[in-house]
C-alpha cells in the first residue's frame, strides 16, 4: 500500500519561494510507470494540476506556472520536492502530491497541505 | 488547454436516487478521462479511470461511460457515504485538467 505525505512550511511571505517535499512509503520513484504529481486547490475552488516528475527525473509543468517552477526527486527516491518561486497571494491553496498511472490516474494522494502566502 | 465542463453543479438527492452526473470536454479525449469523490477536508478518492473502468475497492453502484468529449457518472443508488463534491478530470492532452466539480447535496 502505497502512502503519501506532503510536508513544509504552511506560511510564505509574498514573492518569496514555497517549497513541499512529498515522502513516499510503500514504494518509491524508481518503480517506473508512474507521474510523480503536485495538485493543488484553492480554498472552496476546484482542482489544478502542477506538474510531474518520472523515475527518469524528467519533469512535465503546467505552462502557467512553468517560469516559476521546478520540481525534483531526492536521491533515497522516496522523496520528490516542489519549488513555486516568486508566490503572490493567488497561490495559497491545499497541495497534494498524487501518484499517477499510464491508465489509472491519481489512484494515490497524501492527505494534503494548506499553504498560505502572507506577510 | 483542455476545458471540463460538469452539469449540474449542484444537485440535490434522497437516499435510492438514481444520480447521473455528466461531464463535457472542450475537445475530444478519447477515453483517458477519470472521476474522482472528494469529502470536505480529505484528498480526492480515485472511483473510475479510463472513462468505464471501476477502481478496485469502490462499490458497483458507480459507473462511467462516454468516449471523446461527452462523459457521465452513474451512481445507481445513493447511499449516505456518496453525499460529496465529484471531479470529472482529463489526461488526453497537456496540461491535464479538472471539472468544476458537482457537490452532491441531501435532499
Known amino acids: 500500500q502505497v502512502h503519501l505525505q506532503e510536508s513544509g512550511p504552511g506560511l510564505v511571505q509574498p514573492s518569496q519561494t514555497l517549497s513541499l517535499t512529498c515522502t513516499i512509503s510503500?514504494?518509491?520513484?524508481?518503480?517506473?510507470?508512474?507521474?510523480w504529481s503536485w495538485i493543488r486547490q484553492r480554498p472552496g475552488k476546484g482542482l489544478e494540476w502542477i506538474g510531474y516528475?518520472?523515475?527518469?527525473?524528467?519533469?512535465y509543468y503546467r505552462p502557467s506556472l512553468k517560469s516559476r517552477l521546478t520540481m525534483s526527486a531526492h536521491t533515497s527516491k522516496t522523496q520528490f520536492s516542489l519549488n513555486l518561486s516568486s508566490v503572490t497571494a493567488a497561490d495559497t491553496a491545499f497541495y497534494f502530491c498524487?501518484?499517477?498511472?499510464?491508465?489509472?490516474?491519481?489512484?494515490?494522494w497524501g492527505q494534503g497541505t494548506l499553504v498560505t502566502v502572507s506577510s | 488547454d483542455i476545458q471540463m465542463t460538469q452539469s449540474p453543479s449542484t444537485l440535490s438527492a434522497s437516499v435510492g436516487d438514481r444520480v447521473t452526473i455528466t461531464c463535457r470536454a472542450s475537445?475530444?479525449?478519447?477515453?483517458?478521462l477519470a472521476w474522482y469523490q472528494q469529502k470536505p477536508g480529505k484528498a480526492p478518492n480515485l472511483l473510475i479511470y479510463k472513462a468505464s473502468g471501476l477502481e478496485s475497492g469502490v462499490p458497483s453502484r458507480f459507473s462511467g461511460s462516454g468516449s471523446g468529449t461527452e462523459f457521465t457518472l452513474t451512481i445507481s443508488s445513493l447511499q449516505p457515504d456518496d453525499f460529496a463534491t465529484y471531479y470529472c478530470?482529463?489526461?488526453?492532452?497537456?496540461?491535464?485538467?479538472f471539472g468544476q466539480g458537482t457537490k452532491v447535496e441531501i435532499k
Open positions: 478530470q482529463q489526461y488526453n492532452s497537456y496540461p491535464w485538467t
Open positions: 510503500g514504494g518509491s520513484i524508481s518503480s517506473g510507470g508512474y507521474y
Open positions: 475537445q475530444g479525449v478519447s477515453t483517458w
Open positions: 498524487a501518484r499517477g498511472g499510464y491508465y489509472r490516474q491519481f489512484d494515490y
Open positions: 516528475i518520472l523515475h527518469s527525473g524528467s519533469t
